[in-house]
């Protein structure tokens, strides 16, 4: 079965197989690292899982070589998804800077293919400056924020994500501030493509990485997911599986009374890297 998609290179109909292959076999061609560090019933192993199946389309459709790829990740429960688990190359940079440093990868080589994992306390708390200034700039990176709404590998402290009145360890009587929207601020800063979808929904998370890719310009991901040992400690439900449902329930792709889930922004401007190669040319008149 294939569907079929835009390339990013000559705009033309391209098919893109939706990957059957088992488990089993992605695991063999594509994760490095067994037993995960992740705690049982993280929703970050589904977050690797739909990124690993969004890769073998591509590669499968001939839209990406693996060669070319790199993962940088952050500091955080959220930079274990790539590293150490993708079997090709990964950066694993300081807290808060995986955008500083997937800039500088990406200005020095543009022909690499980079997607930058980063957590809500990772991107959206101290790399919030680098994570809005890359998207003011289009520069072609494909980024997947991993939303627990909590500091996870710390232990549970809140995050400009975590909701309203929501229990964290240093919010014992609940959160008192409201979170911010971290797709729309990505959104408002000039990224040319956001969606936001949680780990309820895998196959959309699959699939907007794929658009994510085809977008010559900055493009952002949000996926809402689950951390069942902090956060769930604190707000019930506890249960992962219970946690992927309440997902389910308070998301929506149009009741305004719900966390909007789908498309949230698209448009077309001039990349950073092809606009610095314009800069780099004399003008005839020098
Ligand atoms: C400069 C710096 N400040 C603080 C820390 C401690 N620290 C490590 S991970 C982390 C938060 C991670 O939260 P998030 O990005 O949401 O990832 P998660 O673990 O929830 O997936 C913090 C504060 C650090 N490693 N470096
Ligand atoms: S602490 Fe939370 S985010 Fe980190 S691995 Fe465990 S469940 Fe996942
Ligand atoms: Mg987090």
Not at 25 to 48: T, W
Request: glycine fraction near 6%; include cysteine; proline fraction near 6%.
């Amino acid at each position: 079965m294939s569907q079929i998609t835009k390339s990013r290179f000559n705009h033309q109909e391209v098919a893109v197989p939706t990957s059957k292959k088992p488990n089993l076999v992605l695991k063999k061609e594509y994760v490095r690292h067994f037993p995960s560090k992740l705690c049982p019933g993280c929703g970050h192993g589904i977050v690797l899982n739909a990124f690993v199946r969004a890769l073998d389309e591509l590669i499968q459709a001939g839209l990406l070589l693996k060669k070319d790829v790199v993962a940088v990740s952050g500091i955080g429960c959220s930079g274990w998804i790539t590293s150490p688990h993708l079997k090709a190359d990964t950066f694993h940079a300081t807290h808060g800077r995986t955008l500083a440093f997937a800039t500088g990868m990406k200005v020095t080589n543009p022909n690499l293919k980079i997607f930058v994992f980063t957590g809500d306390g990772d991107g959206a708390a101290i790399g919030l400056n680098h994570l809005l200034q890359a998207a003011r700039r289009n520069i072609d990176l494909n980024v997947i924020l991993v939303n627990n709404r909590i500091y996870g590998m710390t232990s549970g402290q809140m995050a400009p994500t975590t909701p309203h009145e929501a229990k964290t360890v240093v919010t014992p009587l609940g959160n008192p501030e409201y979170p911010f929207d971290i797709a729309q601020l990505v959104a408002a800063a000039g990224a040319t493509y956001v969606a936001r979808w949680t780990v309820a929904h895998p196959l959309q998370v699959k699939r907007a990485i794929i658009e994510a890719y085809k977008n010559k310009g900055f493009s952002f991901v949000e996926v809402l997911t689950t951390c069942p040992t902090y956060y769930g400690k604190y707000n019930p439900p506890r249960k992962s599986h219970e946690m992927i449902q309440e997902l389910k329930a308070i998301t929506s792709r149009n009741d305004p009374k719900k966390i909007k889930i789908g498309l949230i922004a698209r448009s077309s401007r001039e990349e950073f890297t092809e606009l610095l190669k314009q800069h780099k040319k004399p003008r005839v008149s020098d």
